[in-house]
């Protein structure tokens, strides 16, 4: 199976803040990945998905990019609603795994 | 508006049985492939199974292979998670979720129910 590697675990960050969260594959997945937002006891939300093509709705202050075995997601500034866990998802194969996601935290 | 409603939660114990459902509306259901991903308590997210538009193709993580069984009736525009032999990891929050962006391989997962809550324990 894919196996996806988040980090960090967790990000404390400001609001206004440029935020980087990495997913890395153990093998190639072309581009095939996907974002999600989670907050406490809700169901995740979708962000991105194709590493880099924004899920309509979605704010402009997110974007995706990387592909092969590399990947980024960046908050341009963070805001308010965006403390929350991030989850990368890899669909290039029939495991369809998850990272292990990543905390952002207000610092 | 997409919506995804499971049904279902129960406290069973090991080795006992449960039947999951999720109700879906406000698209057309027999176009799209729907899946079960579970998130047990204060972890990530993990697929479980997921069944194709029409049925005819099923897959399942290695972890539920053989004990939990994916189907649908696309008459009723529900799709079902028998869930055998469960054991205390098999606890978690298990999502209804619909596929979108097939490759051929795999798909990601475009809109999610709220959830429910499968509990394992004597």
């Known amino acids: 199976d894919i196996q996806m590697t988040q980090s960090p675990a967790t990000l404390s960050a400001s609001e206004g803040d440029r935020v980087t969260i990495t997913c890395r594959a153990s093998q190639s997945i072309s581009s095939w990945l996907a974002w999600y937002q989670q907050k406490p006891g809700k169901a995740p939300k979708l962000l991105i998905y194709?590493?880099?093509t924004l899920e309509s709705g979605v704010p402009s202050r997110f974007s995706g990019s990387g592909s092969g075995t590399e990947f980024t997601l960046t908050i341009s500034s963070l805001q308010p609603d965006d403390f929350a866990t991030y989850y990368c998802q890899q669909y290039n194969s029939y495991s369809r795994t998850f990272g292990q996601g990543t905390r952002v935290e207000i610092k | 508006e997409v919506h995804l409603v499971e049904s279902g939660e129960g406290l069973v114990q090991p080795g006992g049985s449960l039947k999951l459902s999720c109700a879906a509306s406000g698209f057309t259901f027999s176009s799209y492939a729907i899946y079960w991903v579970r998130q047990a308590p204060g972890k990530g997210l993990e697929y479980v199974s997921g069944?194709?538009?029409?049925?005819?193709?099923?897959s399942y993580a290695d972890s539920v292979k053989g004990r939990f069984t994916i189907s649908r009736d696309n008459s009723k525009n529900t799709v079902y998670l028998q869930m055998g032999s469960l054991r205390a990891d098999d606890m978690a929050v298990y999502y209804c979720?619909?596929?979108?962006?097939?490759?051929?391989?795999?798909?990601?997962?475009?809109?999610w129910g709220q959830g429910t809550l499968v509990t394992v324990s004597s």
């Open positions: 069944i194709s538009n029409d049925g005819g193709v099923t």
């Open positions: 979720v619909r596929g979108q962006g097939w490759n051929g391989a795999g798909t990601y997962f475009d809109s």
């Open positions: 194709k590493a880099s």
